[in-house]
């Protein structure tokens, strides 16, 4: 692996993972949410969430676990309550529509419990609290990664119990971007650890533990093969936030945990959203947007740490980073290969694979 990064302008990229998941049979509308998803975490700063999730995806096609034929639909719904079973849909339309649906409820009741079940990997998180945001509307969300291969330790343990069950909270703010809280509850990403693995670096100490148990900066013990495990991040309280993240998305609308879903490579993302309409309390809420804006700049008006330039708000890195790519984006020299080639694995041609800028 080198460092080389090529750059591209975003509309190509879009285009071509439009195009790909179009060659691999699905509905236009589909692949332009995928494809916009994709290309907004990669600008967002996530790129372990981005166009290089493709290729995964497209083994998951190749393999048959992942099929356009696959729909989510409605497995129960009474008052504010809506379970979606997602039967494997492509993740990122499947969760759109679900928290689409949550929206709608929400305006109605003045909050909805949506529960997608089972869809496909449904990517950053953060992009369905924004979702609700842009419909005025504050979201949480939990998610837990079943049937795959559990990467997670619990606290005090030193074997894999779960995923990076990531969680996500948005809060509208007046003229400016939501309050953004979007993480895995790992200590670090599966896909960071790879990262430092192939190109030679150690991670964190005590990001990972090592098959004895021992705290350990070597990502050497989930790649090539799993023998350790990534550890919870905040100790025990991340512990127990990725516990509730897949007790919360999995067990009341009767979806599977992990520790219930057979062995799969597939990746199988279950989602519990609550979406709650502001403008429902009654009045209550009175001017919630200035309030909301108010306790955010009191708080960032603390004085910068000795290590820190100054303090963000939740969501600010990602908005950000946003600003800094404008229309473009970049990838290593390896991500790109794998990328083109998912194209190619799909039926494109080499002709409507985007160049470097
Ligand atoms: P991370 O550690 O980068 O944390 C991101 C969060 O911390 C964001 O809300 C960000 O705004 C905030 N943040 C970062 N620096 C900050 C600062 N200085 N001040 C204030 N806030 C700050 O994220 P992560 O845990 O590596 O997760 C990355 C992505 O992976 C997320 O989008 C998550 O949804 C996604 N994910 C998805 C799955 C899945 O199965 N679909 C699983 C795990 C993670």
């Known amino acids: 692996m080198t460092d080389k990064l090529f750059t591209f302008g975003a509309d190509a990229v879009r285009a071509y993972i439009r195009a790909l998941f179009a060659k691999a049979g699905w509905p236009d509308r589909d692949c332009a949410i995928t494809a916009d998803h994709l290309v907004q975490s990669d600008q967002s700063g996530h790129p372990s969430h981005g166009v290089g999730m493709v290729p995964t995806y497209v083994e998951a096609i190749v393999r048959g676990d992942l099929k356009p034929s696959s729909k989510a639909n409605e497995k129960f719904r009474a008052g504010s309550i809506l379970v979606l079973e997602g039967h494997t849909a492509l993740g990122q339309p499947a969760a759109h529509d679900a928290v689409e649906a949550g929206i709608a409820i929400a305006r109605e009741h003045g909050v909805a419990v949506v529960n997608l079940l089972h869809a496909h990997h449904i990517g950053r998180i953060g992009t369905y609290a924004e979702q609700a945001a842009q419909a005025d509307m504050v979201g949480l969300f939990w998610v837990n990664v079943a049937s795959t291969r559990a990467a997670v330790a619990p606290w005090g343990g030193r074997e894999r119990r779960y995923g990076t069950n990531p ?125 909301v804006e108010r306790f955010i700049e009191w708080t960032k008006s603390s004085a910068p740490s000795e290590n820190a330039m100054e303090v963000l708000a939740p969501g600010d890195p990602e908005f950000r980073a946003r600003a800094l790519f404008g229309d473009q984006v970049r990838y290593d020299e390896q991500s790109w290969k794998q990328i083109a080639e998912a194209g190619l694995k799909v039926g494109l041609s080499q002709a409507e694979i985007p160049n470097p800028a």
């Open 167 to 291: 969680q996500a909270i948005g809060i509208p703010r007046p003229g400016a971007q939501p309050f953004l809280l979007d993480f895995a509850t790992s200590r670090i990403a599966v896909g960071k650890t790879r990262v430092a693995w192939l190109q030679g670096k150690r991670v964190p100490l005590g990001a990972v533990v090592d098959s004895e148990g021992r705290l350990t900066d070597d990502p050497g013990v989930l790649f090539p093969e799993y023998t350790g495990a990534l550890n919870p991040f905040g100790e025990h309280k991340g512990y127990g936030l990725a516990m509730a993240s897949e007790l919360l998305s999995s067990i009341f609308g009767g979806g599977e945990t992990i520790a219930e879903s057979r062995d799969s490579q597939r990746i199988h993302n279950s989602m519990l959203a609550i979406i709650i309409d502001p403008a429902k309390f009654g009045g209550a809420a009175g001017d919630w947007k200035a309030r």
